[in-house]
C-alpha cells in the first residue's frame, strides 16, 4: 500500500506540475535570449517603444513592453501600455459583421444598397452590384484616397464620407483585382449601425471586448485619458525621431480606429486560434464565419512564380511559410506600428505594436515561427534592417532628383493675390488658398489641422509644407484660362510614400485631384 501510494504521488505531483511545465517549456521554445534579442533590434531600429505579445496552444506565452512611451519621457512601456492598431483594426469590423451574419440580420453577399439604399459609386452598375464581400475584399477598385497622413474630410461625418464617394473615380475595373482602400471598410462598419442599430463603436464594445475581456481596448482616441497607461507617436523627420501629435480617425474608425495593449490583443489572438471564435468556453461567432473571415477569398498579385500565394480574407492578409498558413495584418498610421501574426496550424500567435514606424515587428514575427517550426540561423531584424537601409537611400537619391529638377529664378505668372480664392472638387470638396504676409496658406475643408504653406516651386508649382510636420510636403499647380486667369489647382497627394521617413515624395502612388476656382 505504501509503494502504491508513492506511486500515485508521484502521478498526482506530475500533473500539479503541468502548467508550470507547459510554460516553460512552451517559453525555452522561443529564440535564445529574445528579451535582449528584440531589446537590441528596438534600439537598432531607434525606436522610442514597443511592446511584443505571444500565444500558444491556448495560451499566453509572452507579454513586455520595452522602451519608453514617449522619448524623454522615462516612462517604461509594459504590456497594459496602449498602443494604436491602425489597420488591424479591419479584421475586429469583419468579425463584428460575423456576429451580425450569425444573427441571419446580414450575408457576407447582400449588396450594400440593400442596407444603405442611398449609397452611390460613380458607375450606376457598379453600385448595384456592390456586396459587403466586395467592400471587405479590397476588390472594389477604388484605391486610396488620401493615404495614411492626411485624414479626409477631417469633421465630417461617416456618412457624409462615404456621400463622397459618389463622385470618386475607380482605380481598377471593379472586381478586377486587389486595390486596398480604407473607405471600403467606413462603409462596412456603416452596414453595422443601420442593420443593428448600434453604432460600429459600441457594438464592437459590447460584442467582442467586453466579452473578450479586453477591457483597455477602444474605437477612438477621445476614450483615452491622460492619465491611461498610453504610448505617444513619433515619426523620423529629417533624420532624427520625434514626438508628433496625436489625431482623431474617428471618421474612418472601421478601417482603423482601434486602441489596444498587448494584453488585450493577446485575447484576440487566442479568440482566433483553437477553436476560432471561442474564448474561455463561450462561442461569440460560429466557426463557418470564422472560416468566412480566414480564408483566402481575393488573389494578390505576385511578381515572383515561385513565392507563396498571397491573398486577402475578410480583414486578413493571407500567405505561406514553410509549409504553413500564415493569416495576418499590418496597420500603421501617425507614428504607429502594428504586425500580428497567426499560424493556425501551431496554435500560434505573435503581435508587436510601436509608436514609430518599422518594419521590426515582421521580423520578430519571423524570429518566433522560425523558433517553432525547427529554428533558423537567419536574424531577421538584422536582414529587415539592411532592406530598410537600402530603400532609405534609393528614396533619398530619388528625392535628390526631384529636388535638381528644380528650375530656378523661375516666378509665378500672376500677383500673389491672384491665387487666392475659394476652389472646389466634386468628389474632394472644397479647398481655401488665403495671403498671410508674403505667404499663401492652403487650408483643405476649412480644418486647421490641415494647413500648408505654399512654398513657390517653379513657374506656378508649389510645394505644400504641412504645418502638421509629420504630414510632410506635396506638390501642386495652378492653372490658367486662356484670358490668363486662374482657372483651376490640380493638388498631388502623395498616396504611398516610397519612405515616409525621408518625406512624403518620392512615391510611386500618387493621384493629381483638380480643385476649380470658383
Same mark, same amino acid.
Given at each position: 500500500?505504501?509503494?502504491l501510494f508513492?506511486?500515485?504521488?508521484v502521478?498526482?505531483?506530475?500533473?500539479l506540475a503541468?502548467?508550470?511545465f507547459f510554460?516553460?517549456q512552451e517559453?525555452?521554445r522561443?529564440?535564445e535570449n529574445i528579451?535582449d534579442?528584440i531589446e537590441?533590434?528596438r534600439?537598432d531600429?531607434n525606436?522610442p517603444?514597443m511592446?511584443v505579445?505571444?500565444v500558444?496552444?491556448?495560451?499566453?506565452?509572452y507579454a513586455?513592453?520595452?522602451g519608453?512611451?514617449?522619448?524623454?519621457?522615462? !516612462?517604461?512601456?509594459d504590456?497594459n501600455?496602449?498602443?494604436s492598431?491602425?489597420?488591424v483594426?479591419?479584421?475586429?469590423t469583419?468579425a463584428a459583421l460575423?456576429i451580425l451574419?450569425?444573427?441571419?440580420k446580414?450575408d457576407?453577399?447582400?449588396?450594400?444598397t440593400?442596407?444603405?439604399?442611398w449609397f452611390?459609386?460613380?458607375?450606376p452598375?457598379v453600385t448595384?452590384?456592390l456586396?459587403l464581400r466586395?467592400a471587405?475584399t479590397h476588390?472594389?477598385?477604388?484605391?486610396?484616397?488620401l493615404g495614411?497622413r492626411?485624414q479626409?474630410?477631417?469633421?465630417s461625418?461617416?456618412?457624409?464620407?462615404?456621400y463622397?464617394?459618389?463622385?470618386?473615380e475607380?482605380?481598377?475595373?471593379?472586381?478586377s483585382e486587389f486595390?486596398?482602400?480604407?473607405?471600403?471598410?467606413?462603409?462596412?462598419g456603416?452596414?453595422i449601425?443601420?442593420?443593428?442599430?448600434r453604432t460600429?463603436?459600441?457594438?464592437l464594445?459590447e460584442?467582442l471586448? !467586453?466579452?473578450?475581456e479586453m477591457?483597455s481596448?477602444?474605437t477612438?482616441?477621445?476614450?483615452i485619458?491622460t492619465?491611461d497607461?498610453?504610448?505617444?507617436?513619433h515619426q523620423?523627420?529629417?533624420?532624427k525621431?520625434?514626438?508628433i501629435?496625436?489625431?482623431?480617425?474617428?471618421?474612418a474608425?472601421p478601417?482603423?480606429?482601434?486602441?489596444?495593449?498587448?494584453?488585450?490583443?493577446?485575447?484576440?489572438?487566442l479568440?482566433q486560434?483553437?477553436v476560432?471564435?471561442?474564448y474561455?468556453g463561450?462561442?461569440?461567432?460560429s466557426?463557418?464565419?470564422?472560416n !468566412?473571415?480566414h480564408?483566402p477569398?481575393m488573389?494578390r498579385?505576385?511578381?515572383?512564380?515561385?513565392?507563396a500565394?498571397?491573398?486577402y480574407?475578410?480583414?486578413w492578409?493571407?500567405t505561406?511559410?514553410k509549409?504553413k498558413r500564415?493569416?495576418?495584418?499590418?496597420?500603421?498610421?501617425d507614428?504607429?506600428?502594428?504586425?500580428m501574426y497567426l499560424?493556425?496550424?501551431?496554435?500560434l500567435?505573435?503581435?508587436?505594436?510601436g509608436n514609430t514606424f518599422?518594419?521590426?515587428?515582421n521580423?520578430v514575427?519571423y524570429?518566433?515561427?522560425?523558433a517553432y517550426?525547427g529554428g533558423?540561423?537567419?536574424?531577421w531584424?538584422?536582414?529587415y534592417l539592411?532592406?530598410y537601409?537600402?530603400?532609405?537611400e534609393?528614396a533619398?537619391?530619388?528625392?535628390?532628383?526631384i529636388h535638381n529638377?528644380?528650375?530656378?529664378?523661375?516666378?509665378?505668372?500672376?500677383?500673389?493675390?491672384?491665387y487666392?480664392?475659394?476652389?472646389?472638387?466634386?468628389?474632394?470638396?472644397?479647398?481655401?488658398i488665403r495671403?498671410?504676409?508674403k505667404?499663401?496658406?492652403?487650408?483643405?475643408w476649412d480644418?486647421?489641422?490641415?494647413?500648408?504653406?505654399?512654398?513657390?516651386?517653379?513657374?506656378d508649382t508649389y510645394?505644400?509644407i504641412w504645418?502638421?510636420?509629420a504630414?510632410?510636403?506635396e506638390?501642386?499647380q495652378?492653372?490658367?484660362?486662356?484670358e490668363?486667369?486662374?482657372e483651376?489647382?490640380?493638388?498631388e497627394?502623395?498616396?504611398?510614400p516610397?519612405?515616409?521617413q525621408?518625406?512624403a515624395?518620392p512615391?510611386n502612388?500618387?493621384r493629381?485631384?483638380?480643385?476649380?476656382k470658383?
Open positions: 500500500m505504501t509503494r508513492k506511486r500515485l504521488l502521478v498526482i505531483t506530475f500533473f503541468q502548467p508550470f510554460y516553460a517559453e525555452s522561443l529564440p528579451d534579442w537590441s533590434s534600439q531600429w525606436i517603444g511592446a505579445g505571444i500558444k496552444d491556448g495560451k499566453v506565452i513586455k513592453g520595452f519608453e512611451k514617449q522619448l524623454g519621457s522615462g !516612462e517604461s512601456v504590456a501600455t496602449i498602443f492598431i491602425a489597420s483594426s479591419k479584421n475586429m469583419a460575423g451574419v450569425d444573427q441571419g446580414i457576407w453577399d447582400d449588396k450594400i440593400d442596407h444603405i439604399p452611390q459609386l460613380k458607375d452598375w448595384q452590384e456586396t466586395d471587405l476588390r472594389v477598385g477604388l484605391g486610396r484616397i495614411n492626411l479626409f474630410m477631417t469633421e461625418s461617416r456618412d457624409s464620407v462615404l463622397r464617394m459618389r463622385y470618386m475607380l482605380e481598377k475595373p471593379f472586381r486595390v486596398y482602400n480604407n473607405i471600403m471598410y467606413s462603409l462596412a456603416q452596414i449601425e443601420y442593420v443593428d442599430g460600429w463603436d459600441v457594438f464594445k460584442e471586448f !467586453e466579452p473578450l477591457n481596448t477602444t477612438s482616441i477621445s476614450a485619458k492619465e497607461n498610453q504610448a505617444y507617436p523620423e523627420i529629417e533624420g525621431v520625434v514626438p501629435q496625436r489625431r482623431n480617425w474617428d471618421n474608425g478601417a482603423g480606429g482601434v486602441n489596444a495593449s498587448i494584453n488585450d490583443l493577446n485575447k484576440w489572438m479568440f486560434l483553437g476560432p471564435g471561442n474561455n463561450k462561442s461569440l461567432i466557426i463557418e464565419q470564422m !468566412e473571415i480564408r477569398q488573389l498579385s505576385n511578381n515572383n512564380a515561385k513565392s500565394q498571397a491573398s480574407g475578410l480583414g492578409s493571407i505561406d511559410y509549409g500564415v493569416i495576418t495584418h499590418g496597420g500603421a498610421t507614428g504607429f506600428n502594428t504586425a499560424m493556425p496550424e501551431l496554435e500567435g505573435i503581435i508587436v505594436v518599422n518594419s521590426l515587428g521580423a514575427a524570429q518566433v515561427m522560425d517550426l533558423n540561423d537567419v536574424d531584424s538584422e536582414l539592411k532592406s537601409q537600402s530603400s532609405y534609393r533619398m537619391k530619388i528625392r535628390k532628383e529638377a528644380r528650375v530656378k529664378k523661375t516666378k509665378s505668372s500672376l500677383a500673389i493675390d491672384e487666392t480664392g475659394v476652389y472646389k472638387s466634386s468628389a474632394y470638396g472644397k479647398v481655401e495671403k498671410e504676409g505667404n499663401l496658406i492652403l487650408r483643405f480644418s486647421e489641422d490641415l494647413e500648408a504653406q505654399l512654398e513657390h516651386w517653379h513657374f510645394r505644400a504645418k502638421n510636420p504630414q510632410r510636403e506638390f501642386m495652378f492653372h490658367l484660362n486662356k490668363g486667369k486662374i483651376a489647382l490640380d493638388f497627394f502623395a498616396l504611398r516610397m519612405l515616409l525621408v518625406g515624395y512615391s502612388y500618387t493629381s485631384v483638380r480643385f476649380t470658383q
